[in-house]
């Protein structure tokens, strides 16, 4: 069982930044591919991006490529997401998650997915 609890978020003008954390609880962390969700008000739950289990590998939503930078520490057991240039349409609930079958894997899908945190709200203002 894992847990996972979000942090970082919060109110920032637009073409600012802000970094989230996701501190995962457990040894196995370090086997585990990692992602980040978001949420926006009234609508689905989208992919922005993903970490395999040595952060060899990185994956993005094109509405934040260039601008957000997922990493992670396995010593620290944290999952990280480094945002800039935020823009209003960033204002959601975001939400890591943690895959642990890398056989099953498919970053940009929530059912790769089999522990979510509680998710943590970003604002962004014009």
């Known amino acids: 069982q894992v847990q996972l609890v979000e942090s970082g978020g919060g109110l920032v003008q637009a073409g600012g930044s802000l970094t989230l954390s996701c501190a995962a609880s457990g040894r196995t962390f370090s086997t585990y591919a990692m992602g980040w969700f978001r949420q926006p008000p009234g609508k689905e739950r989208e992919f922005v991006a993903a970490?395999?289990?040595?952060?060899?590998?990185?994956d993005y939503a094109a509405s934040v490529k260039g601008r957000f930078t997922i990493s992670r520490d396995n010593i620290k057991n944290t999952l990280y997401l480094q945002m800039n240039n935020l823009k209003p349409e960033d204002t959601a609930v975001y939400y890591c998650a943690a895959n642990n079958d890398p056989r099953s894997m498919r970053p940009e899908y929530a059912a790769s997915y089999a522990y979510w945190g509680q998710g943590t709200q970003i604002t962004v203002s014009s």
């Open positions: 970490i395999n289990w040595n952060g060899g590998r990185t």
